[in-house]
Nanobody, 128 residues
Framework: QLQLVESGGGLVQPGGSLRLSCAASGFTLDSYVIGWFRQAPGKEREGVSCISSSGGSTNYAYSVKGRFTSSRDNAKNTVYLQMNSLKAEDTAVYYC?????????????????????WGQGTQVTVSS
């Protein structure tokens, strides 16, 4: 069964940090672009970041640029999202998604409809 599983969410105070993980099972991630998305209550799902299959290229939404960093360890079949200087407006369910394209360089985050597989999401709540 092909599956993506996110972990690492939780409750954190403003200014704090969290690291999300996205682990794949049933397939290997080394040919996939990985996108991170988030969805707050009553809002549309928005793209947060994109990382190319090799990890050599990344792209970030303006709202998180300089605070979030995506990385990957293909040997562990896992992608990470390091989130620093968290703000209340970062509160959302965070999803990872895999797009089969080993040549894509994340010139953009890519649309929700372009991704092949999705995780179930992990809640991130930033509150004092």
């Amino acid at each position: 069964q092909l599956q993506l599983v996110e972990s690492g969410g939780g409750l954190v105070q403003p200014g704090g940090s969290l690291r999300l993980s996205c682990a794949a099972s049933g397939f290997t991630l080394d040919s996939y672009v990985i996108g991170w998305f988030r969805q707050a209550p009553g809002k549309e799902r928005e793209g947060v970041s994109c990382i190319s299959s090799s990890g050599g290229s990344t792209n970030y939404a303006y709202s998180v640029k300089g605070r979030f960093t995506s990385s990957r360890d293909n040997a562990k079949n896992t992608v990470y999202l390091q989130m620093n200087s968290l703000k209340a407006e970062d509160t959302a369910v965070y999803y990872c998604a895999a797009l089969l394209n080993s040549l894509a360089k994340c010139a953009r985050i890519y649309d929700v409809s372009e991704y092949n597989y999705w995780g179930q999401g992990t809640q991130v709540t930033v509150s004092s």
